[in-house]
């Protein structure tokens, strides 16, 4: 037994993940883990104090729900200083105050107004996919994800200026790259450095937008974050605003990006698949509202496949404030702990054949989604449960929806996606799918 024996990292590079061999194959490292150490799996990880992964349904759900109040978040260090004071990186009362204000900015009839928002941008970015053979189809989503971040969060129609857009949308990649360095400190000219000033970038034009947002009194979730205030009436500060706002930016794009990459991907070789959903979007009109879009079994079966297959945020941080036990083991006060969901998606004792990309096993006749509580959660758990989980599944399906509706798409019998697990997971080759437009097939 090696259960008191620690994992050594191969590498002290301080990157998320902490190690090679989770960047490597994040999946294998988890399941050698859980097999070796059972639920609570001590790791060498650069950073303060112990650190372990957290590992099956069990251990992941009693660290998420916090029954004994002893973990917080641990997000910090993985994500640097660009989410700063996100709703994620709260804790405690302060984060219960600022969850109750910022679930006004999500309730149905703001999802509504987004969603309304989201077709013409969505067909926009559309227009300009054309024919290709290897259309890159993650790059082009993360390009389209982006702006409808910058129309439908940001309220962008505001922007007159292209050039100030244009840097707007540069400082928010840069800031959205820098989850992925591998150093993490700012030196001229990298990354971090990078980041450093795009988050400086968005804090200032953010700042000085703020003024005209709350003029504006519009649907644009920047407009919305001035005026949303919980039942006694509590808003948030400017300061706040701009920085839930940054963070809901974020949080939302590669998120989201995910999300419809893998339905392409997968969708691309299963085109039974790719036709019972085109079938579904088909009788759609081009703007759905939020019940149409609602009311889509096999999509819903698709995406949630796809985020079970790869979890769009495969681990989250949290560490513990005091000692605790987790699934009968002992964690030590100051222990960093890395929530490990990815692994529940695979596990054979909850999912038939969980390599397989089969949708059908979220029908309601299998529901196996509902052997554990925890058997499948993309979105988290206990009070960080994903705030936007609902706004995600309706732009995922906006966007699959009308990609569906205007093209057909495959990919090779025997193409993998390699993937980066540096930080959140993407195809490092921007996904290459031969793309054909709907009015191109007789
Ligand atoms: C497929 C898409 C998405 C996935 C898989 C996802 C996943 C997650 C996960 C796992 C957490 C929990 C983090 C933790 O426990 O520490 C989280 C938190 C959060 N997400 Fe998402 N997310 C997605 C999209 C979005 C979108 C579109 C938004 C906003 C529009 C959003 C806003 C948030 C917020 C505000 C939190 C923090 C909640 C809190 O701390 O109370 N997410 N998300």
């Known amino acids: 037994m090696e259960t008191n024996r620690w994992i050594r990292a191969k590498s002290a590079i301080p990157v998320i993940g902490g190690s090679l061999a989770y960047m490597h194959d994040p999946l294998t490292l988890m399941r050698q883990l859980y097999r070796s150490h059972g639920p609570v799996a001590p790791v060498a990880m650069p950073g303060p104090g112990p650190a372990a992964f957290i590992l099956g349904p069990d251990a992941c759900g009693a660290v998420l ?3 004994d109040k002893a973990f917080v978040n641990g997000w910090e260090l993985l994500v640097g200083p660009f989410f700063d004071r996100g709703l994620m990186l709260l804790d405690g009362a302060e984060h219960k105050q600022h969850r109750r204000i910022l679930q006004q900015a999500f309730t149905r009839s703001r999802l509504a107004a987004y969603t309304a928002a989201l077709h013409p941008a969505v067909a926009a970015e559309l227009d300009t996919w054309q024919a290709a053979e290897r259309f890159p189809a993650y790059s082009a989503l993360k390009r389209l994800t982006l702006n409808l971040a910058t129309q439908i969060f940001m309220g962008g129609h505001r922007i007159a200026d292209p050039v100030e857009l244009d840097r707007v949308n540069r400082a928010f990649i840069d800031c959205v790259q820098a989850a992925g360095a591998i150093m993490r400190v700012a030196v001229p000219g990298n990354k971090w450095h990078r980041a450093t000033r795009g988050r400086a970038t968005l804090d200032r034009f953010l700042t000085a937008q703020l003024p005209a947002a709350r003029a504006a009194g519009g649907d644009d979730l920047f407009s919305v974050l001035t005026r949303v205030e919980d039942e006694d009436g509590t808003r948030f500060g400017d300061a706040d605003v701009v920085n839930h706002m940054i963070f809901l930016l974020m949080a939302a794009h590669e998120t989201t990006t995910s999300t419809v990459s893998t339905a392409m991907y997968y969708l691309g070789r299963h085109p039974d698949w790719q036709d019972r959903v085109r079938a579904e979007a088909a009788v759609l009109g081009p703007e759905p509202t939020v019940e149409q879009l609602s009311t889509l079994p096999d999509l819903d079966m698709v995406i949630k496949e796809c985020q079970r297959l790869v979890a769009p945020v495969p681990v989250v941080a949290r560490r513990a404030v005091k000692d605790t036990e987790v699934a009968g083991r002992h964690v030590q006060a100051g222990t960093r702990a890395f929530v490990c969901q990815q ?23 299998r529901a196996e989604e509902r052997s554990h509580r925890f058997a499948w959660a993309p979105f988290g758990g206990g009070v960080h449960k994903c705030l936007g989980m609902a ?23 025997h193409y993998t996606p390699p993937m980066s697990n540096v930080s959140l997971p993407y195809p490092k080759d921007g996904l290459p799918v031969d793309l054909l437009p709907m009015a191109l097939i007789s």
Not at 346 to 365: C, I, K, N, V
Not at 391 to 413: C, G, K, M, Y
């Open 65 to 67: 729900q916090n029954g």
């Open 343 to 365: 692994l529940s998606h695979y596990l054979p004792e909850l999912w038939t054949g969980p390599e397989a990309f089969d949708p059908s096993r979220f029908s309601p006749h």
């Open 391 to 413: 706004f995600s599944n309706l732009e995922a399906r906006t966007v699959l929806a009308q990609i569906l509706r205007r093209f057909r798409w495959s990919v090779p019998a």
